[in-house]
């Protein structure tokens, strides 16, 4: 199965639960992308000790997850490409909702 994971808020426990809502996809044999839009582009800044999105995101690229980031979002924040928040484009979010089996949002 191929899922499509958009994460669109900056609420740490909810982009914490939607990563490994993506990892458990790919223990499942799923082929999984992350799509981060809006707010959704900030997971990395709201990590902590409790909700550690970046560890868990972290496992899902080296699980062979992909992750795509808005870039318009991204640079309305200042912030700039990473590797765990790849400036990408609505083209990129267009591709991930038509090529997949399944789309969930958080």
């Known amino acids: 199965m191929k899922l499509g994971i958009i994460i669109s808020t900056n609420d740490a426990e909810t982009c914490w639960n939607a990563l490994r809502y993506a990892n458990y996809g790919l223990k499942q044999k799923y082929i999984v992308q992350v799509f981060l839009i809006g707010k959704g582009v ?42 765990l928040c790849p400036i990408s484009s609505l083209k990129d979010l267009d591709d991930v909702i038509m090529k997949s089996d399944k789309i969930v949002t958080f």
């Open 42 to 83: 900030e997971y990395l800044k709201v990590s902590s000790d409790e909700f550690n999105t970046q560890e868990e995101a972290e496992k899902f690229q080296n699980g062979g997850g992909t992750i795509f980031a808005c870039g318009t979002c991204v640079k309305a924040r200042g912030d700039k490409d990473s590797k």
